[in-house]
Nanobody, 122 residues
């Protein structure tokens, strides 16, 4: 059974930084494409950043240049470094352990963690 544990969220002022972590177990981590999603109140869950098993990355336009996704296969962990945070980044952030590319986009097919709250005050 795949298990994901997200951590690192919190309250930060606009312009600040946070680093999220997602520890994954129960799957062959190194062979999986991973992603970070977020869901703000009243909005749909959206993909923020993806990283393939080859470490190629993709980002939503809204976070390009500010967020960096990375992975450590030795630790079965995926990270999201978030800099220059804005109030509109406020959301619950989730990771997904099995992204697959079809329909011209990444699709999160794997299990979800419990999420970690990020709140950016202006």
């Amino acid at each position: 059974q795949v298990r994901l544990v997200e951590s690192g969220g919190g309250l930060v002022q606009a312009g600040g930084s946070l680093r999220l972590s997602c520890a994954v177990s129960g799957t062959i981590f190194s062979k999986k494409s991973m992603g970070w999603y977020r869901q703000a109140p009243g909005k749909q869950r959206e993909l923020v950043a993806a990283i393939g098993s080859d470490s190629i990355t993709n980002y939503a336009d809204s976070v390009k240049g500010r967020f960096t996704i990375s992975r450590d296969n030795a630790k079965n962990t995926v990270y999201l470094q978030m800099n220059s945070l804005k109030s509109e980044d406020t959301a619950v952030y989730y990771c997904n352990a099995d992204l697959q590319w079809y329909g011209s986009k990444w699709n999160g097919l794997g299990s979800w963690g419990q999420g970690t709250q990020v709140t950016v005050s202006s």
